[in-house]
């Protein structure tokens, strides 16, 4: 069984449908808002994506544990004609399967979670108002000081998915999304921040329970990554009525040169 290029979304949108929450991101991605920034690659019945429409190509490789081991082949015979530079997300096993090809750096814990339990978010008192592109300049400045470095497409913002906070007239409490398809039904929660003069008064929590109410009206799946080791962040999404459904690893990927490379199975 060869990998391929797949190209047709009803396909796609099939297989990755099996576990919508597991396989949010590529869900939403296969919306006319991603989908000429995609490369998809099957073997099987197990698909991986390549997202371009960031600076750093970004692998996305999530399998159930049952599953990863024909998710590992894919990515043995995809392994070829990937960047040679990429970041990627994999889930757990996947990462010896890339170090035959690449070098791995930055690699750190994450945790995607799901929000099963809205009640909770209900219980929590909703905060902040709709974002458009109108407040980019002001969204920036805040990223800027209170989450720099987030990954932030400014296309984002026409989605309607934005929920933001001021205080005396400044923003400094923000809800967004990285995904967002009614069509799929999924969205995946982001750039989720606040400023650090107004951390502890509730706002981070009340702009998220505002925007997940926002979203209930078009996703039947809420999902959102976060690094393991951010406890108070998971503290607050589980207060929120989230609840960790899988782990995964995000890291920097190099590819490895001289006769070394891709020497250990590349048979697959």
């Known amino acids: 069984m060869a990998v391929r290029a797949e190209h047709d979304r009803a396909v796609l949108a099939g297989l990755l449908g099996r576990d919508p929450v597991l396989h949010a991101y590529q869900l939403g991605d296969l919306d006319d808002f991603f989908w000429p920034y995609t490369s998809w690659f099957r073997r099987g019945d197990e698909v991986v994506l390549l997202y371009h429409g960031v600076e750093l190509p970004t692998l996305l490789a999530f399998a159930a544990p049952e599953r990863v081991a024909a998710l590992s082949a894919l990515l043995v015979e995809a392994a070829p004609v990937l960047p040679a530079r990429l970041w990627a997300h994999l889930s757990p096993g996947l990462e010896a399967t890339v170090s035959r090809w690449y070098a791995v750096s930055d690699a750190a814990a994450h945790v995607r979670m799901a929000w099963t339990d809205p009640p909770r978010a209900a219980a ?38 934005y929920v933001g906070v001021r205080d005396r007239g400044r923003l400094v409490a923000v809800a967004g999304v990285h995904v967002w398809s009614p069509r799929w039904r999924v969205a995946a929660l982001g750039n989720v921040t606040t400023h650090p003069d107004v951390r502890g008064r509730g706002l981070g929590a009340g702009v998220v329970a505002a925007l997940c109410a926002r979203l209930r009206a078009s996703v039947d ?7 393991a080791d951010n406890a108070a962040a998971v503290r607050l999404y589980e207060r929120l ?28």
Do not use: I
């Open 124 to 161: 929590v008192p909703a905060v902040g108002e709709p974002l458009g592109r109108a407040d980019l300049a002001e969204l920036r400045e805040l990223y800027a000081v209170a989450y720099p470095g987030n990954w932030f497409d400014p296309r984002m913002l026409d989605t309607g998915q």
């Open 241 to 268: 009525g989230f609840t960790a459904v899988a782990g995964f690893t995000e890291c920097a990927l190099t590819r490895l040169t001289g006769p070394a490379a891709g020497s250990a199975g590349a048979a697959g």
């Open 221 to 227: 799946h809420v999902t959102l990554n976060v690094r």
